[in-house]
């Protein structure tokens, strides 16, 4: 899955190899920041001189703002300086169908100390987990490459009834509509008509480093 990932976010932006560094801005899903945050450490390697936030800790655990720097031997030792600002699937795509000029860190490095100077620029490249045509943001069509799989799965809360397991489709897709639901369309019990289950974000699994 890295490879693909990674294939997938730098292939076709390498025409050539030119002796400039390559500025690359990325922005979307919050749940891709893990993944891509390794795919894009992984093609640096040994090249990767500079993080803003630093640290393995830091980043692999979701940082939303991180920019790298260095040399990635598998593009001729070409300079790559990529900036990341994870705002969110349907964000993303927003931003790139309306060039959105979005803040990212600057690439001021200094050991695992994070450096506070933003720059604002259109993004490049945005990861989501659902496609243009489910958004509002349909023009321009933007070109969608499927570059990984992301496992979610629903969990209830510590306060909610374990009535409520086993979700059919039926039963997810009108939750994520309306936001909640009677218990009772859980249950079937109409003594649950009058509490309501409320809907939050899908829970990311995390993945094997």
């Known amino acids: 899955m890295k490879k693909l990932m990674t294939l997938a976010l730098f292939g076709g932006l390498f025409a050539a190899t030119t002796s400039q560094a390559v500025d690359i801005y990325i922005v979307g899903s919050t749940a891709f920041r893990a993944s891509a945050w390794r795919a894009i450490t992984n093609l640096y390697g040994a090249g990767l001189t500079g993080e803003n936030p630093g ?20 593009l001729g030792g070409q300079t790559v300086n990529v900036y ?16 959105d000029n979005i803040s990212f860190l600057t690439n001021d490095f200094t ?10 620029h259109t993004p490049d490249i945005s990861f989501s987990d659902v496609y243009q045509i489910t958004t509002p943001y349909n023009t321009p069509a933007l070109v969608d490459t499927n570059v990984a799989v992301l496992p979610f799965c629903w969990v209830r809360s510590t306060g909610a009834p374990t009535t409520i397991a086993n979700l059919t ?20 019990n109409s003594a649950d008509d009058s509490v309501n289950v409320f809907s939050a974000d899908a829970i990311r699994i995390p993945e094997a480093a």
């Open 55 to 74: 640290g393995v800790a830091a980043n692999n655990s979701g940082t939303s703002i991180v920019t790298m720097t260095g040399t990635m031997a598998a």
């Open 84 to 99: 990341t600002s994870w705002n969110g699937s349907e964000q993303g795509i927003h931003n790139l169908t309306h060039n």
């Open 111 to 120: 050991g695992d100390t994070a450096q506070t100077n933003m720059v604002s």
């Open 169 to 188: 489709s039926q039963q997810y897709h009108a939750s994520v509509a309306n936001g909640f639901n009677e218990l009772s369309y859980f249950t079937g």
